[in-house]
DNA sequence: CTTTTCCATGTGAACGTGAACATCCGAACG
DNA sequence: CGTTCGGATGTTCACGTTCACATGGAAAAG
């Protein structure tokens, strides 16, 4: 026989009181994990809330501390595998703490969908923010809002903004563009990722980086949009003058784009033309050639920065965790420059 | 210079009626678009919330309506793109409805990492739920806990559970299996996904379906985990039997998987072994060759998601729109059967 | 033995909003 | 011209929780 009927109402504070004879406070208490509360009168309260199947009431508890225990997630994909898992991990994060988050996408990158999205989280209450999308755009946006929302960027040029999450990507694209210039190669793409993007930015960064330093030509880099798609596109563009003998690619789908049109063309991959992504996603390992990338813990940038946001949410001081940096996994894309193809 | 230079505490519905000269009441009426309010009026009140740049405070609201307007959404994903593509689709939709979306990612699809899941969910008030997990399993926590929250289910079996969305997986899976029988292919093996997925069993019957309309053996299927890793393992250990000469594997990353380890062990995809996925990844037209697979418009049964629970949330009788079905799309992973493998 | 302190608990108020009910006023109706 | 009605607005209360402060008693300190 249940204890109650519930009749209608959920059962409140005061009704797990009334039944374990104490007052609301000390529900409270317990609840709060106050110290001054006697184990025996603790028990008998919480006997009384499994008996009732009290369940506290957020909102309240939200109105009255005037914390909503939610953090925000600005995002801006449409389902790539990176961005997907930083999330996924920011979630499991987050509810291991006690918190809640709330995704916004941004439909375009215009500072009208921004501020819209950016709206909604605030009308949402969000005590922090994350920010997974064209950070520099977002920045602008943010501080025209003047919001004082404490926020949490996703990827960082490397020098260490408090606020930035210490993935060094700049290492990482220059570890990529090294191990093409150690292979031989003299001749090498970049194919960039939106330049209102800091990791794109950043990545173009250390491809300049390893490249002036081994004092190469230059090629004007191609400006994408992180799509398989514009690869593809500019794999083709690119074959037609095949000026090169290699490309870094700023991210593995348009890397894959860039091999299919490559095969198209009737290059070969790596024998006429090396090819080298960053993120390291799932399929990378499995497409014709396999690819060779720079791996990226997306989960474990996800976790650091839940970790960042709720020590800065705390007022704690801001601990710096290592930067994290990505490793180079070199397969079957890259190979030994070919004679033929160096004097173009 | 600042109307009001805010003294700490946000402005409230009372500080806007103030300012407005009017009672905090007809504040409300504004807010909620009540029809009995003066156009002088409900100017001069929006005026007031212009100047103090008044937010309504979500929490206080929940609290005396006891609607927290979100939706939560259980997940498995660990950045797959179609799970993840629905649910940024999911965001946009109940933003523009102005809902809000709550995640949880289940960790494992273990009874207690569900029963976690549904609880945060449930801590967070989620008027409704987006079931896109292991629905099987799902649905039996879910009897277990005897929950009495509306929830709506990403894919179906076909069979219209008014709480279910009809994509025709089962169809997808058909006509998949029916254009590898049509190019000649009698001995045709299915790399089925886990079977508590509804989607992996309705792939499975309607591979079945064809299979056995068709009068042809049936192979027994190989039980997968969706993952590219999972194809290629599945891939070496039949290229070893070759005692079939096309497979239909449940999505594409599995697909892309197996054709990395036909090639591999020498077979040629799709002149020794035909392979077609489902769910046409944007790599899937860019891996070599591209994967002949089904189309699935993720965004689209996202949003039709959102739109089915709110109508259940709002108990309108729940107007189930068309089936949507999967298009087939041929590319090149696909081809006539080899007379030399048929006699295998 | 008195005073102080601290522990365990209780009391009342406040958070910002919407619902129910009350009130006022002018228009329509008889 | 009185009565009724409904539109526009105000008043009061409730939602479930935490916070600030109060209280009583026992232990510690003098």
Redesign the interface.
Do not use: C
């Given at each position: 026989m249940s204890p109650e009927p519930q009749k209608g109402r959920a059962p409140s504070i005061r009704d797990v009181a009334r039944l374990a004879d104490v007052s609301h406070q000390t529900v409270s208490r317990v609840l709060n994990g106050h110290p001054s509360i006697r184990d025996e009168t603790r028990q008998r309260v919480l006997d009384a809330m499994e008996a009732l199947k009290y369940?506290?009431?957020?909102?309240?508890r939200?109105?009255v501390t005037?914390r909503?225990r939610t953090i925000g997630v600005l995002?801006a994909?449409?389902?790539?595998?990176?961005p997907?898992?930083s999330i996924?991990a920011i979630?499991?994060a987050a509810?291991e703490a006690g918190y809640?988050?709330?995704?916004?996408?941004l439909?375009a990158s215009t500072p009208a969908a921004i501020v819209d999205?950016l709206k909604?989280l605030?009308?949402?209450?969000v005590e922090g923010l994350i920010v997974m999308a064209p950070q520099v755009r977002v920045f602008d946006v943010l501080a025209g809002m003047a919001m004082d929302i404490p926020y949490v960027s996703l990827q960082s040029t490397g020098q260490s903004d408090h606020r930035a999450l210490a993935v060094d990507q700049i290492a990482g694209a220059r570890a990529a563009t090294q191990h093409l210039i150690d292979l031989g190669h003299h001749e090498i793409v970049h194919l960039a990722g939106p330049q209102d993007w800091i990791e794109a930015e950043a990545r173009m960064r250390g491809f300049l980086d390893a490249i002036i330093d081994a004092d190469l030509r230059t090629h004007p880099p191609i400006l994408g949009d992180w799509?398989?798609?514009f690869?593809?596109y500019a794999g083709r563009e690119l074959s037609r003058y095949r000026d090169f003998s290699a490309v870094f690619a700023a991210n593995d789908?348009m890397a894959?784009?860039l091999?299919?049109a490559f095969?198209d063309a009737g290059l070969d991959v790596p024998h006429d033309v090396s090819v080298v992504g960053f993120d390291d996603i799932?399929?990378a390992?499995?497409?014709?050639p396999?690819l060779t990338t720079v791996h990226q813990e997306?989960r474990e940038v996800g976790r650091r920065a839940v970790a960042l946001l709720l020590g800065e949410l705390r007022g704690e001081p801001v601990s710096q965790s290592e930067e994290i940096v990505p490793a180079l996994v070199v397969r079957g894309s890259s190979g030994p420059v070919h004679a033929a193809l160096v004097h173009y």
């Amino acid at each position: 026989m249940s204890p109650e009927p519930q009749k209608g109402r959920a059962p409140s504070i005061r009704d797990v009181a009334r039944l374990a004879d104490v007052s609301h406070q000390t529900v409270s208490r317990v609840l709060n994990g106050h110290p001054s509360i006697r184990d025996e009168t603790r028990q008998r309260v919480l006997d009384a809330m499994e008996a009732l199947k009290y369940r506290p009431n957020r909102a309240a508890r939200a109105l009255v501390t005037s914390r909503s225990r939610t953090i925000g997630v600005l995002s801006a994909t449409t389902g790539e595998y990176g961005p997907s898992s930083s999330i996924a991990a920011i979630e499991d994060a987050a509810r291991e703490a006690g918190y809640f988050v709330n995704t916004a996408n941004l439909a375009a990158s215009t500072p009208a969908a921004i501020v819209d999205a950016l709206k909604h989280l605030v009308l949402q209450d969000v005590e922090g923010l994350i920010v997974m999308a064209p950070q520099v755009r977002v920045f602008d946006v943010l501080a025209g809002m003047a919001m004082d929302i404490p926020y949490v960027s996703l990827q960082s040029t490397g020098q260490s903004d408090h606020r930035a999450l210490a993935v060094d990507q700049i290492a990482g694209a220059r570890a990529a563009t090294q191990h093409l210039i150690d292979l031989g190669h003299h001749e090498i793409v970049h194919l960039a990722g939106p330049q209102d993007w800091i990791e794109a930015e950043a990545r173009m960064r250390g491809f300049l980086d390893a490249i002036i330093d081994a004092d190469l030509r230059t090629h004007p880099p191609i400006l994408g949009d992180w799509t398989a798609d514009f690869g593809y596109y500019a794999g083709r563009e690119l074959s037609r003058y095949r000026d090169f003998s290699a490309v870094f690619a700023a991210n593995d789908l348009m890397a894959i784009g860039l091999m299919h049109a490559f095969r198209d063309a009737g290059l070969d991959v790596p024998h006429d033309v090396s090819v080298v992504g960053f993120d390291d996603i799932p399929v990378a390992q499995h497409v014709s050639p396999p690819l060779t990338t720079v791996h990226q813990e997306f989960r474990e940038v996800g976790r650091r920065a839940v970790a960042l946001l709720l020590g800065e949410l705390r007022g704690e001081p801001v601990s710096q965790s290592e930067e994290i940096v990505p490793a180079l996994v070199v397969r079957g894309s890259s190979g030994p420059v070919h004679a033929a193809l160096v004097h173009y």
